[in-house]
T-cell receptor, first 112, second 115 residues
């Protein structure tokens, strides 16, 4: 079963623009993680945000978490062609197993 | 630091044949995961090991899939007999501190095509 649902499913922007991807989930979480997957490759961890945190930054990445709305967003600022990839949110349920459940992902294309 | 190693990278088989995938996690990582990723979807957890023991295999089709982790290090995932719907990328991941405290490190995956 998939916990997180990303929106939009696909996003195409120009280099230098900002990209925002959203993730909604259904049950209370311990933490939420974002991963990137380049075509034909494995997933790479970007950021982990805990349920008691509201915002985290890492370089050009900014993640927000709104537990009241059960949603998170990933913002990539000043995008580059190399940011072209699929982005997945994944959640760890509060109090349950340690299973990390992924959404279906957002496919981001950054045009040079 | 060496990453998670997987082999083979690609495998093509006929339906009803068997296949095995191998994973070597990052040294010292106690937790190992096998995920199945069907084209266009997010990864789905098949099985999670903590050292030698199985923590979660609730989504593993046990009539055809099996996995083991000998000596708490390497792991193999086997499919026998394969079905068309098993065509997917099989991703192995490992973690040092578990999902509540840290990230998963993924291998490049093994792409299976069942004809």
């Amino acid at each position: 079963s998939q916990q997180g649902e990303e929106d939009p499913q696909a996003l195409s922007i120009q280099e230098g623009e900002n990209a925002t991807m959203n993730c909604s989930y259904k049950t209370s979480i311990n933490n939420l993680q974002w991963y990137r997957q380049n075509s034909g490759r494995g997933l790479v961890h970007l950021i982990l945000i805990r349920s008691n945190e509201r915002e985290k930054h890492s370089g050009r990445l900014r993640v927000t978490l709104d537990t009241s709305k059960k949603s998170s967003s990933l913002l990539i600022t000043a995008s580059r062609a190399a940011d072209t990839a699929s982005y997945f949110c994944a959640t760890v349920t509060q109090g349950g197993s340690e299973k990390l459940v992924f959404g279906k992902g957002t496919k981001l294309t950054v045009n040079p | 630091e060496a990453g998670v190693a997987q082999s083979p990278r690609y495998k093509i088989i006929e339906k009803r044949q068997s296949v095995a995938f191998w994973c070597n996690p990052i040294s010292g990582h106690a937790t190992l995961y096998w995920y199945q990723q069907i084209l266009g979807q997010g990864p789905k957890l098949l099985i999670q090991f903590q050292n030698n023991g199985v923590v979660d295999d609730s989504q593993l089709p046990k009539d055809r899939f099996s996995a083991e982790r000998l000596k708490g290090v390497d792991s193999t995932l086997k499919i026998q007999p394969a079905k068309l719907e098993d065509s997917a990328v099989y991703l192995c991941a490992s973690s040092l501190a578990g999902t509540r405290n840290g990230e998963l490190f993924f291998g490049e995956g093994s792409r299976l095509t069942v004809l």
